[in-house]
């Protein structure tokens, strides 16, 4: 199983950007597929991104696409985040996950990083 280190959250203004970083380690980081998801103050989890085991593939929910990016230096085991034009409603703790195929089912979790943004 994969280990999961997230970093890079932190308090921002609206308009601004952040950089998340996952790193992974524990098993070949190469051959999986990583997501991020995030949960808000009294709100389930939700799905933000996931990107394919070669970075050839990626997917957004409607909410972050256009502003967030996805990727991964497989070199590094390491997955990003680059958000940008965050707005207030993009607070929330953001989580890094190994997917699992078929279905991108999560297989692990980290721990979280707390991102606030003030309005």
């Known amino acids: 199983q994969v280990q999961l280190v997230e970093s890079g959250g932190g308090l921002v203004q609206a308009g601004g950007s952040l950089r998340l970083s996952c790193a992974a380690s524990g098993r070949t980081f190469s051959n999986i597929a990583m997501g991020w998801f995030r949960q808000a103050p009294g709100k389930e989890r939700e799905f933000v991104a996931r990107i394919t085991w070669s970075g050839g593939s990626t997917y957004y929910a409607d909410s972050v696409k256009g502003r967030f990016t996805i990727s991964r230096d497989n070199a590094k085991n390491t997955v990003y985040l680059q958000m940008n034009s965050l707005k207030h409603e993009d607070t929330a703790v953001y989580y890094c996950?190994?997917?699992?195929?078929?279905?991108?089912?999560?297989?692990?979790w980290g721990q979280g990083t707390q991102v606030t943004v003030s309005s």
């Open positions: 996950a190994a997917l699992a195929l078929p279905g991108f089912a999560v297989n692990s």
